[in-house]
């Protein structure tokens, strides 16, 4: 039988069709040849994040309270800086960062007093406040952290939004830093309107005092263990990346030696204070006189100073001291 | 009647008969039965997890919601391997005296009514697309191969009865948890964070906050607070499908060949007073009740139905279209209707006790047991000494589930082939986290025995303060490699393992020296050193050293509180 031989109308059917998918496969491999390039990981988000509100030049800058309640202490101290109000807005999403790092219970005083994270977070919702989220990455397991520490069931008595870290909510920023460059940060610290710190005074080994500043540690994720290597620069770097509205210091008790963890109560001192502001150099400044340290014993602060984050002798400026009975 | 229903098919005769509305109702309470305790099971497997209870004060001590180990409890190859292995019940373990007596007086309920396991392979059974009738029927004809579990389990009983544990492998209840634990879950928490992440990742509100609620929802069961991974967990895994897969060819064939539980209430059923009566005359070999038999123990006319092999699942009494099946107390001691005893071979069965009983000095024979333990196994806070852990661990996975830092991994060979999936901890998978006992709450046969967080601690439970008189309990030391330590090799600040060293005082601490610096600079750094008396093996220094690959700091099972012989220091040992 006779082949059929092929006709023009076939022809030019399975020619068109062959051309086309062809030219398809060509276009497609030189497009993906076109993006041929090493792996970038690097979508790191370039922010500086400044949460400071104005405050009138008749405020005091700095209030330390003695002698009370964690709750009163708080509220004594956020009062003669003119109160919540000045800092919240109505609406607002307040962030609360309270250190939580440990497996700790309040007596040990190696995490920020549960009752002081309540009286905030009351303070923000009657100043107005929409939302109040209390966060921190942990150390050690943050479950255990949330708990023992008593801030998680404080925070929620309250009525506080308590987020748990989880790995998922890290983003890389650029911090542009002198040491640090990029790092993955805990979102939902910096996602906020207004952001408070919470910090408690601490011994610190290797930096020799922990507080405001080196509290910023918890907003981080990644292999944050590398940061010892270059304390004090890093810990400037991450209190230039962000820029709190408000730090209020817990030096209700003291962790005096054995820092940061701690874990034996002979090692607290109980000195029934709270110190509050907008300085954070100047509330780092007094916490450190707290532990009997000279301002060169904690290098980090006149680092801090340089870079205009705040004034280290807080005894020049409008400090308000008040001792209740 | 008879004469009617001559020419029709089995399937028309089972449309056409209406059988006993008992038989079908019992059926429905079985399905009601399996479908609550599967739910049950996973229900309690979910809450093997501490996921911060919020409301709690932090004075409370940490501790699950729900008694967790309750199917293992409840399970009497546990607790007659463990009772052989250390002449004694475990706590709550005395609770499988509720499914050995019900075994003993109506039989193998549990397999058809409770087993999760057994439910799951009835489940996967039911998928068997292309195969005729036909095939069906006569794949549930009991065969020679049934025995197996028996001989399975004398091998493991020889084991036991000489100390070495092994029934975990292929228990039912240890084998479900350990490959859901390690390999099953882990594997559906992957794909469900990638999916939800990548929503997350869109940076479009709606999605974000549709995987926010995904987490929300799911992080109460399916989802474990932070991904988990496990060591070798995919042939842990790859086991548990080829086990669900082997339904589509034979009916519940581990339950008919290779469980060894099912083997045990296969021998305690012989003393059943519950059984079936068969009417043979009426049987017209419709094998209707074959097609639906689960357990292969012939329940079709004409042959003695095997006690020792059927579940009481009641399909053939429901599907029998000629009442020839009857299911009953007391029913008649018929030869030609009941065999209690099951298929065994008096040889097989002394041969496969002897090889149970030659496999353990094999195991011992090699490097590992008496001789050079492996350094880095390095068992869960609370374990008992070698010996004695090996003769109760049942390898469920329970303390892998339930350890908060995924320290917890199942062990290859590192306490030689006879501890393969025992629990050990990896400190850079995780580490031990200080006052932390769950893996103790949790195990049911006391390998890990529970122990307080006092205990733990060393801490008098009134005052909470240290007690000379109470030691912490120690599961290994710390050692510096100081070849790779930042401060001892490269003269950089470091000390991040002080940081994070949990005991009062300190195990490691510093001391300050002057360092020179290949620039010829000369600085001063801290340098971390371990005190071997104080440290507790826990491993967070390891976990957190950051040199990543090989930590400068690493732990090793020396010192650990359990062996009298492990020891370094003279005040440890047990000969003092």
């Known amino acids: 039988m006779p082949e059929e031989k092929t006709n023009r109308r076939q022809f030019l059917e399975r020619s068109s069709r062959a ?17 041929n390039e090493h792996p970038r990981r690097d979508k790191a988000v370039v922010q500086v994040r400044n949460y400071r509100v104005r405050i009138p030049e008749t405020m005091p800058s700095m209030a330390i309270v003695t002698g009370g309640s964690p709750v009163q202490l708080a509220s004594e101290a956020v009062r003669a800086l003119g109160g919540m109000r000045s800092f919240v807005a109505r609406g607002d999403v307040v962030v609360l960062k309270p250190n939580i790092g440990w497996d700790r219970v309040p007596q040990q005083a190696a995490n920020t007093n549960p009752d002081l994270v309540r009286k905030v977070v009351e303070l923000c919702f009657e100043a107005g406040a929409h939302k109040v989220v209390v966060t921190d990455v942990s150390c050690n397991d943050p479950r255990r952290c949330f708990q023992r520490s008593g801030i998680a069931a404080a925070a929620e008595a309250a009525g506080a939004t308590v987020i748990l870290p989880e790995e998922r909510k890290f983003r890389d920023y650029r911090f542009n830093g002198e040491l640090l460059s990029v790092w993955p940060v805990f979102t939902p610290i910096v996602e906020a309107d207004k952001v408070i710190n919470l910090p408690i005074v601490k011994h610190h080994n290797l930096c020799n005092a922990t507080m405001g500043l080196k509290n910023w540690y918890g907003m981080l994720g990644g292999r944050r263990n590398q940061l010892h290597q270059n304390i004090d620069i890093s810990i400037v770097d991450l209190a230039t990346f962000i820029r709190p509205t408000l730090t209020i210091l817990d030096a209700y008790r003291v962790l005096v030696s054995n820092g940061p963890q701690g874990g034996n109560i002979n090692d607290v001192r109980l000195m029934k204070t709270v110190a509050a502001g907008t300085d954070p150099v100047a509330i780092d400044a007094f916490g450190a006189s707290l532990l009997g340290l000279k301002t060169q014993q904690v290098p980090y ?17 409008s400090v308000k001291r008040i001792k209740l009975a | 009647m008879d004469a009617e229903n001559a020419n029709k098919t089995p399937a028309e005769k089972y449309e ?5 509305v008992r038989g079908r109702r019992i059926r429905w309470a079985r399905r009601i039965s399996q479908s609550f305790f599967l739910i049950l099971f996973f229900f309690l497997l979910f809450q093997t997890e501490f996921r911060g209870d919020f409301d709690q004060s932090s004075a409370e001590s940490i501790q699950l919601n729900y008694p967790v180990s309750l199917f293992l409890e409840m399970d009497p190859l546990v607790a007659v391997s463990t009772a052989l292995s250390t002449h004694a019940l475990y706590n709550k373990v005395i609770l499988a005296l509720i499914i050995i007596v019900g075994t003993i007086l109506i039989g193998r309920f549990f397999c058809g009514w409770i087993c999760p396991l057994g439910t799951l392979n009835q489940f996967f059974s039911s998928f068997k697309p292309e195969r005729k009738a036909a095939a069906r029927i006569e794949a549930n004809r009991y065969k020679g191969w049934m025995a197996v579990k028996y001989y399975i389990l004398f091998a493991f009983i020889a084991l036991a009865i000489f100390t070495s544990l092994q029934v975990g492998l292929l ?9 859901l634990a390690t390999s099953i879950l882990p594997a559906v928490n992957t794909a469900l964070r990638h999916g939800l992440d990548w929503l997350y990742a869109s940076n479009i509100r709606a999605l974000q906050i549709l995987a926010d609620t995904g987490y929300s929802v799911l992080g109460a069961g399916l989802l474990s607070y932070k991904p988990q991974y496990y060591n070798f967990g995919f042939f842990i895994g790859a086991i548990f499908i080829a086990v669900l897969v082997g339904n589509r060819f034979i009916t519940r064939f581990w339950c008919r060949g290779i469980c060894p539980l099912g083997a045990l209430m296969g021998l305690l059923s012989r003393w059943s007073i519950f059984g079936m009566e068969k009417d043979h005359a009426k049987c017209d070999n419709c094998n209707l009740c074959l097609l639906h038999c689960q357990g292969a123990c012939d329940p079709q006319g004409g042959i003695p139905w095997r006690q020792s092999e059927c579940h009481l699942c009641f399909n053939c009494q429901s599907v029998c279209p000629h009442d020839v099946i009857k299911f009953k107390f007391f029913p008649k001691q018929d030869p030609k209707s009941i ?18 009983l030659i496999a353990l000095p094999l195991f011992r024979a090699s490097l590992g047991f008496f001789k050079n333990r492996n350094e880095r196994l390095i068992r869960p806070p609370g374990s008992l000494e070698e010996d004695d852990f090996l003769a109760r661990c049942i390898r469920c996975g329970q303390c892998m589930k339930v350890c908060p830092t995924n320290a917890i991994q199942p062990a290859l060979f590192e306490s030689g082939i006879e501890g393969i999936w025992t629990p050990m901890l990896v400190m850079r998978a995780g580490y031990c986290e200080y006052n932390c006992v769950l893996c103790g709450e949790v195990c049911p046969t006391g390998a890990i025995w529970k122990i307080t967080e006092a205990q733990k601690l060393g801490k008098s439970p009134e005052t909470g303060e240290p007690d000379p008189d109470a030691k912490p309990v120690k599961i290994g030391t710390a050692f510096l490699d100081q070849g790779r330590c930042l401060p001892w090799a490269m003269g950089i600040p470091c000390i991040v393992c002080e940081e994070f060293c949990p005991t009062s005082p300190k195990a490691i601490w510093t001391l300050e020296e002057k360092v020179t610096r290949s620039d010829g600079t000369v600085i001063t750094v801290k340098r971390p050193r371990v005190d071997v008396d104080r440290c507790v093996g826990c491993g967070i220094c390891e976990h957190a050293c950051p040199v990543q690959d090989r930590p400068a700091i690493y732990v090793t099972n020396v010192g650990e509180t359990r062996s009298r012989t492990n020891q370094i220091r003279l005040e440890s040992g047990a000969y003092n």
Request: aromatic residues 10%; hydrophobic residues 45%.
């Open chain 2, 171 to 179: 228990d039912p209840i240890a084998f479900l948890i350990r490959s």
């Open chain 1, 19 to 35: 051309g086309v998918a062809a030219l398809a496969a060509s276009g497609a491999g030189f497009w993906l040849w076109s993006r």
């Open chain 1, 301 to 317: 602060l006149a680092i801090a100073q340089e870079r205009g984050l705040g004034r280290i002798d807080f005894e020049q400026t």
């Open chain 2, 16 to 20: 056409a008969v209406k059988h006993s």
């Open chain 2, 339 to 356: 065999n209690e005893q099951p298929d065994l071979k008096r040889r097989r069965a002394m041969e496969s006790f002897a090889a149970g």
